[in-house]
């Protein structure tokens, strides 16, 4: 089993809820869960009434029982507040094609230096627990 999908699963089998150290940068604000971070190939969707548009595919930076960070290309298209649609596809699963789907709003973007380059992180926080999916084949488009 892939190293990182362990760490995942660890993530998930850990008690969650317990309150922590205020961040650096927001000291007011305090976070329920602790972030992990994560590689794994995320697609993000816009959502705008029953449809999807503008779908990136990125990777995830962290993740945590309530939220998670994904790298953008694109940070112009998301705000503060925007719902997002999220298809995690798990590494080390080739053989089950595993996907978490997840409704998000975006908390924050914000640059942050990841081996000596400038990115653009999406803070997104979950409106409900994970939906577990195998995928077949034909979901895989050709997304940017």
């Given at each position: 089993?892939?190293?990182?999908?362990?760490?995942?699963?660890?993530?998930?089998?850990?008690?969650?809820?317990?309150?922590?150290?205020?961040?650096?940068?927001?000291?007011?604000?305090?976070?329920?869960?602790?972030?992990?971070?994560?590689?794994?190939?995320?697609?993000?969707?816009?959502?705008?009434?029953?449809?999807?548009?503008?779908?990136?595919?990125?990777?995830?930076?962290?993740?945590?029982?309530?939220?998670?960070?994904?790298?953008?290309?694109?940070?112009?298209?998301?705000?503060?507040?925007?719902?997002l649609k999220l298809d995690i596809f798990l590494a080390g699963t080739e053989d089950v094609r595993a996907c978490i789907?997840?409704?998000?709003?975006?908390?924050?973007?914000?640059?942050?230096?990841?081996?000596?380059?400038?990115?653009?992180?999406?803070?997104?926080?979950?409106?409900?627990?994970?939906?577990?999916?195998?995928?077949?084949?034909?979901?895989?488009?050709?997304?940017?």
């Amino acid at each position: 089993m892939d190293l990182t999908f362990k760490r995942f699963l660890e993530f998930f089998n850990r008690s969650s809820g317990q309150e922590h150290e205020a961040t650096p940068d927001l000291k007011s604000y305090k976070r329920s869960f602790n972030r992990f971070p994560i590689e794994f190939e995320v697609i993000v969707s816009v959502l705008d009434g029953d449809a999807h548009h503008d779908s990136e595919r990125s990777e995830l930076h962290d993740v945590s029982g309530g939220g998670a960070m994904f790298i953008s290309c694109l940070s112009e298209r998301y705000y503060p507040g925007q719902i997002l649609k999220l298809d995690i596809f798990l590494a080390g699963t080739e053989d089950v094609r595993a996907c978490i789907k997840a409704e998000a709003s975006v908390v924050r973007i914000h640059q942050f230096e990841a081996n000596g380059q400038e990115k653009t992180g999406v803070a997104v926080k979950f409106h409900k627990p994970f939906e577990f999916e195998r995928m077949d084949s034909s979901f895989f488009g050709n997304l940017p």
